[in-house]
């Protein structure tokens, strides 16, 4: 069978090329995936400043939750912490009694702003926020002083030399540094380099010990170093600390590991690229089933008339199942190698673009191994042969002289099983569909209402196709039979052949019912986020740094003439137990700070039940969006972890509506300021009395005491909604791949059906139908294929984004920009035109005597 599979392929390359060119598509998206995945899990960097140290002990920058699974049974699973969790000083002394260690040193840490003695904010590398260290920890990390000496009073500070250099200073000169207060001067008394020569990628900001707990207070215990007695082993050394320490709240690092202490940032992108590559790879894998399952089954189809002949010359079902299988595996395989180069240049684009939507860090490295590469491969060859076989399952089970029959004339109608099939899959999205209207259900419960409907309508399409396809004819057929003989022509192949345009319409309606799903699904989410910002954001002055506002500034704010009511707007994660279809789930949560008090004066949260007024330190506010997640409602008791980590259990006092513009909880600003890593706000919040005419005047002189800090109108709406914009972005490039995969399958599929036309296209030649005549035929068909697929595609979707709708604005009308519907429908309808009318226009160049005499 091996060798009658190869010589099938041999023959038949036209027949397999969109098979094998979807498999390919597939492997290379899966293999970029594999990459993503495991530099997601594997991601780290190398360490720098704890290079020198042999064992790291940092916070545990993950919380474990106990969870409920559907069964009843308990699992534990783990969220990611966003925040540096702090640890206590008194961790040194413990460290220091562990058998084998020399030394302990504490790394103290704080967020600060860089500023030039002109003024002028000097950005930390890449972008990210800059932190002061105490000088004592340069003996962890392997940097040497280049130029100057070390901080040996208070007021002096060393930086690195590429800090130094875009700030434009040197040993010597003044610099102004800025953290909870307005800047305070400094000296840069000495600068360091890493010892092989390289910029440091984080930069380096040191001051005295003692002048590092003076000047910042707000400086916390990051991590201690841990040096080694002479002889000792680092690991050893790390086996017998966390043994000492039998703290499930710390983690021990050693090696490459300790590069995962240091930068926060690399960890935390892993983990989200962990979500992001299996997300993007499943719907990959779903939409890839359906694909060559209807690729296969097109293939199959044509090959009818070769696989009755082999059944009529004696060939068992067994034997055609594993030709098929062999040929499947061999496309499989070629696909999956030739794929896996490509995906390796497709995972360095999608690096690029993770990091521009802030996803991932900029510098972000990938970890490239086998893996990745021979999971795609035997996926690939796994998938394909799944639906081959799938689709092959009724011509090897008939019997010989029946194949024979359905090889020459299409069998009229479903099969009886097919059609209940069908109808039950129908009735069953009815069902969903009503118990999302009628019911008063949950947001996550309508989503996930909505998520469901969207697959089974195309199942059942997919199901019915042939039906579908007879239906579309009853209706269009007569329109297009009006437009003269080219027409009536179109009508009577559309009618014959309804199999083969359900072929055709199916991938149309998986492209238009996806694409349009998942898209406006995200424009019905952004529309209802911008709309929340713009009215609930009361404060008619807001006042924002890139690098963050210094606390102190609101404090300000709020005590001058003019002023009604101002807050800081800090904001940052919590995870929570959330529950969705009877099984508890770890969720991350948005959390914002505000003062209480300027709760209805600053913010309009939209209050729909409980008293917002009564928010403090013990309290909470949900929006609707968790309490459907949690469960919860006023009174009840909130169970959470703050973004550090620290648990926090607090009475909901109100649930408000407006959480997609701002957040999904609530808490006081002094509390959750206070378990963030950078401790400075997001922004000031101002209104305005009735009559203070001069108050941006005075508002932007204050701002001028803090660099970098403006005075604007209002919240930017894109910067507040940018993470639902990034999210949105993921969302987008699964569309893309869903259009690629229908530009092979409706490509492949159009295409094989005109080319198994030739013969007919002659025989209307010879009998003295014009070229012309053939080709206004066939746009005539195309027509009818793609008002069907477009047609049934959108109304699969209109269900689906009814119950998104409901679930995010309470009301049934989706957010569905002309342009955008346009542009799916638009690629939809070039690639289903293009996939008939270049094959006419080929087969129309031989010569009809040729042609009528070919080949099957």
């Known amino acids: 069978m091996l060798r009658l599979a190869l010589l099938t392929l041999k023959a038949r390359k036209g027949g397999f090329a969109g098979t094998f060119v979807a498999l390919l598509l597939g492997a290379a998206v899966l293999s970029a995936c594999g990459i ?27 919380v474990e939750l106990t969870l409920q699974d559907l069964d009843g049974t308990t699992v534990k699973e783990t969220q990611p912490l966003p925040e540096r969790v702090p640890l206590r000083p008194a961790t040194a002394d413990r460290l220091t009694a562990v058998d084998g260690v020399r030394s302990v040193i504490t790394d103290r840490a704080a967020t600060v702003r860089l500023v030039t003695a002109a003024g002028r904010p000097v950005p930390g590398r890449h972008g990210a926020p800059v932190e002061a260290h105490n000088w004592s920890t340069l003996r962890l990390g392997d940097f040497r002083l280049t130029a100057g000496h070390g901080p040996r009073r208070a007021g002096q500070i060393v930086l690195d030399t590429g800090t130094a250099a875009r700030a434009g200073v040197r040993p ?64 050893r050394l790390a086996d017998a600390v966390t043994a000492a320490l039998h703290d499930d709240t710390l983690a021990v690092h050693t090696g490459r590991d300790r590069g995962r202490a240091e930068f926060l940032d690399v960890t935390l992108g892993g983990s989200d690229l962990v979500v992001l590559a299996a997300a993007v790879g499943g719907n990959v894998l779903l939409v890839a089933v359906f694909v060559l399952y209807a690729t296969t089954s097109l293939s199959i189809r044509h090959r009818r008339r070769e696989i009755a002949l082999l059944r009529a010359i004696g060939t068992t079902p067994g034997q055609i199942r594993r030709m098929v299988a062999a040929e499947a595996a061999a496309t499989g395989l070629a696909a999956g190698v030739l794929g896996c180069p490509a995906g390796l240049l497709l995972v360095h684009w999608l690096r690029d673009r993770f990091a521009g939507h802030g996803i991932v860090p900029p510098d972000f490295g990938l970890v490239v191994s086998p893996l990745p590469f021979l999971a795609a491969a035997l996926v690939t060859v796994l998938t394909a ?306 009559s203070a005419p001069g108050l941006t005047r005075e508002l932007s002189h204050v701002a001028q005491e803090y660099p970098g800090t403006v005075v604007e109108d209002g919240l930017a709406v894109d910067d507040q909604l940018a993470a639902q914009r990034a999210n949105a972005w993921v969302n987008y490039l699964v569309v893309g791949v869903i259009i690629a995969y229908t530009a092979i399958t409706v490509v492949n599929t159009l295409a094989m059906g005109t080319a198994a036309r030739r013969r007919e296209f002659a025989l209307l030649r010879l009998s003295g139908t014009t070229h012309r005549q053939v080709l206004g035929m066939m746009r005539r068909e195309s027509v009818v294929v793609i008002g069907t697929g477009v047609g049934v595609g959108a109304l699969a979707a209109a269900f689906p984004l009814v119950l998104v709708a409901l679930a995010m604005t309470g009301s049934p009308f989706p957010a569905v920009p002309a342009l955008g519907f346009l542009a799916i429908a638009g690629s939809v309808a070039v690639l289903a035109a293009a996939g008939t009318m270049v094959p006419a226009r080929l087969l129309l160049r031989i010569r009809p005597v040729e042609a009528i005499g070919a080949r099957e």
Request: net charge neutral; aromatic share 4%; glycine share 12%.
């Open 36 to 62: 993503l995945l495991e530099s997601g899990i594997r991601a780290g960097s190398s360490p720098e400043r704890y290079a020198a140290a042999d064992v790291v002990v940092a916070g545990r920058q993950e």
């Open 385 to 690: 042969l799944v639906a081959v076989v799938s689709a092959s399952h009724r011509a090897t089970r008939i019997r010989p002289t029946e194949a024979l029959g359905e090889a020459a004339v299409e069998t009229p109608g479903l099969r009886r099983g097919r059609l209940i099939t069908g109808f039950v899959l129908l009735a069953l999205s009815a069902g969903l569909f009503v118990t999302g209207t009628v019911q008063d259900t949950d947001f996550f419960t309508l989503v996930g209402l909505a998520d469901s409907l969207v697959l089974l309508l195309v199942i059942t399409v997919a199901v019915l196709g042939p039906l579908v396809a007879r239906t579309a004819v009853r209706l269009l057929g007569p329109l297009v039979a009006r437009t003269g003989v080219t027409g009536h022509l179109a009508a009577a192949n559309t009618r014959a052949n309804a199999v083969g345009l359900a072929g055709a319409i199916i991938p149309l309606v998986l492209a238009v019912s996806f694409a349009s799903t998942v898209v406006f699904a995200q424009t019905t989410g952004l529309r209802e986020s911008a709309e929340q910002v713009r009215s609930g954001l009361l404060a008619d002055h807001v006042l924002t740094a890139p690098a963050g506002v210094s606390p102190e500034l609101a404090r300000r704010v709020s005590g001058m003439k003019g002023v009604a009511s101002a807050t800081g707007l800090v904001t940052s994660k919590a995870v929570g137990a959330g529950r969705l279809m009877g099984a508890d789930e770890a969720v991350s949560f948005s959390v914002q700070g505000v003062e209480p008090g300027a709760l209805g004066t600053v913010l309009d949260l939209r209050q729909e039940k409980g008293d917002l007024g009564a928010l403090s330190r013990d309290t909470v506010a949900i929006s609707t969006t968790a309490a459907s997640w949690l469960g919860l409602g006023v009174g009840d008791t909130a169970r959470l972890h703050l973004g550090d980590g620290t648990p926090f259990r607090g009475k909901v006092v109100a649930v408000y509506a407006r959480g997609f513009g701002f957040a999904d909880l609530t808490m006081d600003h002094d509390l959750l300021l206070a378990h963030t890593t950078g401790k400075a706000d997001g922004s000031v919040l101002v209104r305005s009395a009735p």
């Open 172 to 235: 010597g000169d003044g610099i102004r540094l800025m953290s909870a207060t307005v800047p305070r001067a400094f000296e840069v008394s000495g600068l360091v380099a890493p010892r092989d020569g390289r910029s440091p990628r984080r930069s380096v900001v040191l001051l005295g010990d003692a002048d590092l707990l003076r000047s910042l207070p707000g400086a916390s215990v990051e991590a201690f170093g841990v040096l080694a007695s002479p002889g000792t082993p680092p690991q």
